[in-house]
């Protein structure tokens, strides 16, 4: 079984940064990828970004360019650090692992909110 354990969210104004962590424990032998989602209000969850293997790193349009997501394979963490932050930008965020031999697995979420 994995677990997530998620960190970093907040309120900050437009413009602003922040980090967002990830943290998985359990029993791991391999994380072929892990990324992030978002779900803003009144809207169905989207996908952010990714990085599999070989630390190749994925990003939706949205947010190419201000978001760097990266990976500690020594302590199973993923994170995704937040730039130039927009309104737009406002929801919970959820990491997601797929760990290998597991089912993919959700953080719980973490609120963000960026104000005008």
């Known amino acids: 079984q994995v677990h997530l354990v998620e960190s970093g969210g907040g309120s900050v104004q437009a413009g602003g940064s922040l980090r967002l962590s990830c943290a998985a424990s359990?029993?791991?032998?391999?994380?072929?990828?892990m990324g992030w989602y978002r779900q803003g209000p009144g809207k169905q969850r989207e996908w952010v970004a990714n990085?599999?293997?070989?630390?190749?790193?994925n990003y939706a349009d949205s947010v190419k360019g201000r978001f760097t997501i990266s990976r500690d394979n020594a302590i199973n963490t993923v994170y995704l650090q937040m730039n130039s932050l927009k309104p737009e930008d406002t929801g919970v965020y959820y990491c997601?692992?797929?760990?290998?031999?597991?089912?993919?697995?959700w953080g719980q979420g973490t609120q963000v909110t960026v104000l005008s």
């Open positions: 997601k692992v797929d760990a290998y031999g597991h089912a993919p697995t």
């Open positions: 990085i599999v293997s070989l630390d190749i790193t």
């Open positions: 359990g029993s791991i032998y391999d994380i072929p990828s």
